[in-house]
């Protein structure tokens, strides 16, 4: 067997003798490199972030803050982590100098207190501070540290905190967007720091202002900076990775036709992609397959093509990857990616993933039956295409063999030009749908000429909300028509009751979202009425 190594903070380190389902982050604290914490072990708090490099296009590398809780350390093999500690440290209390800036604008601006989840936060900002697009100029934040300052004047965009030497700190942040009426001035920094990239990060005793002062206030890395140097270079190539221990294996095939080989060698083989589903299962359900297959990595599910008919996106493409090179091209997708977990998650997850799950809640099936969507489904027997709205069969159940992968998701063009994507959750970001609804629609002069509605949470699968389409389709695009429709849709599915939602919440739900669809896309008249 060949070294199992990865480049942490720099220096090759081998995995050896250590348990096949070891995640990440057991891995890097058996180091110890304990900066990264567990504080769930399921993707929710972000406690464990460390940041990865991984290929950005043929020859850069783009730093991508991970859950390490979730994948498993061996899914690691000849790429490059670096965690909080290879960031900077400070050696004593007071030591500042080799600090990271992201280190020392929080500690400036007291964004830390018990730091249990500082290093998850840093590792996050980190990502976000070398991310390419990012410009812009930093907020006008001054910090006056003197001692005895009543640390307010009363105004909004003033915060005090208090500094780990016991000083009271001042944060002016003035250049901060003011104007409410823009609901995501307040996301985006003056420097273009997209605070949703620490929407997977959690803390109990700080308070998100400082942690936000000290985001905006981050300015561009230095061009003597090595991590900054890196994006310049290739990211890592994946690596063909075979291991055991005890029992367990883990393998990396290097192809599609050696992942297809196996798999009807080994059909029972757990395949792993982003983990961000199987990391749980191991975490929390403490399940132990005798074998684990990454996908995650394979060259023939990582591509994003275009034909005149269709657009083909690669299941193994992590969702940040196909948010950014889709950039908006499909609305309704562009709607559902800010809605799907955090940015940590997204860093790993797979539309492979969400619907190898065969989930009833996952988020990408409303999406996909929408747009009308079909699976390229691959085995060692060939190829064939499913449609998605045949794809799933019962609870978890989808027509997929054994021995059978998703290798692409492929949606038909044209699209239906009015779409949305509605989530109904408990919070607005980072959590599972209660119901998840999206529409897809053509309206051609008052008629409604097509729609597809797509529906999770409220059956045994996915569905199309075929009785509502029939009340649409072809009629006039009219409150009237709508009113009866959205009682059609109330009925739609057998929803239940569960500790998220009840299943006359969840009915409720499905006629509200075509209401407000047809609030949010009908003729200016009605919407002020409605509005
Ligand atoms: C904190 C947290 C928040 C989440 N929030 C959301 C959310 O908002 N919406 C949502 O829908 N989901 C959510 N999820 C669930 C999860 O992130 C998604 O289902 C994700 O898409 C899974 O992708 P993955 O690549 O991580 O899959 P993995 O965990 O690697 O795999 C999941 C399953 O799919 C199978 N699989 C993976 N790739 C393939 C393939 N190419 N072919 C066949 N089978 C395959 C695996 O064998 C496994 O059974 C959340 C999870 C966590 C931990
Ligand atoms: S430990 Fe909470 S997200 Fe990993
Ligand atoms: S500083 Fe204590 S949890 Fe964030």
Redesign the pocket.
């Known amino acids: 067997m060949a070294r199992i190594t990865v480049n942490v903070n720099g220096e090759d380190r081998e995995i050896d003798g250590a348990p096949v389902h070891t995640n990440l982050l057991d891995w890097l604290r058996s180091l110890g490199l304990t900066g990264a914490k567990e504080g769930c072990a ?3 708090c972000g406690a464990c972030a460390v940041l990865v490099a991984r290929p950005d296009g043929e020859d850069r590398t783009r730093w991508t803050s991970v859950n390490a809780c ?1 994948p498993p350390a061996l899914a690691f093999d000849g790429q490059e982590i670096v965690t909080s500690e290879g960031l900077g440290t400070a050696e004593g209390a007071c030591a500042v100098e080799d600090l990271h800036p992201v280190q020392r604008e929080m500690a400036d601006r007291g964004g830390s207190q018990c730091g249990y989840c500082t290093p998850g936060f840093i590792c996050s900002m980190a990502a976000e501070y070398y991310r390419p697009e990012r410009t812009g100029a930093p907020a006008d934040a001054e910090v006056n540290l003197a001692a005895g300052s009543d640390g307010t004047d009363g105004s909004v965009g003033t915060v005090t905190g208090s500094t780990p030497a016991g000083a009271t700190t001042v944060v002016e942040t003035a250049a901060v967007p003011a104007d409410t009426s823009d609901a995501h001035a307040h996301e985006t920094g003056p420097n273009g720091f997209d605070i949703h990239s620490l929407s997977g990060n959690l803390c109990r005793c700080t308070g998100y202002r400082p942690i936000r002062d000290a985001a905006y206030a981050l300015g561009s890395p230095e061009s003597e900076d090595p991590l900054a140097q890196r994006l310049d270079a290739a990211g890592p190539a994946a690596r063909a990775t075979a291991y055991a221990a005890g029992e367990a294996e883990f393998h990396r095939p290097a192809t599609l036709t050696d992942l297809l080989d196996r798999l009807a060698e080994q059909p029972d083989a ?11 299962e191991l975490n929390l359900r403490h399940t132990r397959p005798p074998v684990l297959l990454a ?2 990595r394979l060259a023939e ?1 990582r591509d994003l093509t275009r034909t005149p008919d269709h657009v083909e996106i690669g ?2 493409l992590t969702l940040s990857e196909v948010e950014r090179e889709l950039d908006g091209e499909i609305p309704v997708l562009a709607e559902l990616f800010p ?4 940015r940590l ?1 997204r860093n ?7 619907l ?2 065969g ?1 009833p ?4 099936p409303p999406a996909l039956l929408a747009l009308g969507a079909s699976l390229v489904l691959a085995s060692r027997g060939g190829e064939r295409v499913v449609d998605l709205a045949e794809y799933f069969t019962g609870y978890r159940q989808t027509v ?1 063999e054994p021995g059978e ?2 290798k692409a998701v492929r949606i038909p063009l044209s699209l239906a030009p009015t779409t949305a994507f509605y989530k109904i959750a408990k919070r607005r970001f ?4 209660s119901v998840a609804v999206a529409i897809a629609a053509r309206i051609e002069d008052g008629l409604v000429s097509d729609i597809r509605i797509g529906v999770g949470g409220i059956a045994a699968t996915p569905v199309r909300a075929l009785a509502t389409e029939d009340a649409l389709r072809g009629r006039p695009w009219s409150e009237e028509t709508v009113s009866a429709a959205a009682q059609v849709m109330s009925g739609e599915g057998t929803p239940m009751d569960d500790h998220r939602a009840s299943s006359r919440y969840r009915s409720a739900m499905l006629g509200q979202a075509l209401c407000r669809f047809y609030v949010e896309n009908s003729p200016s008249e009605v919407l002020e009425v409605a509005r």
Do not use: K, M, P, Y
Request: hydrophobic fraction near 50%.
């Open positions: 399921e993707g929710e979730l757990q395949i792993v992609a982003g983990a961000t589903d199987v990391g749980v996908v995650d599910l299941a193994a809605l799907f977990a955090s998650i790993g997850a797979t539309f492979g993933g969400n190898g799950t989930s809640i996952g988020d990408a997929r992968i998703i980072d959590d599972i749908s």
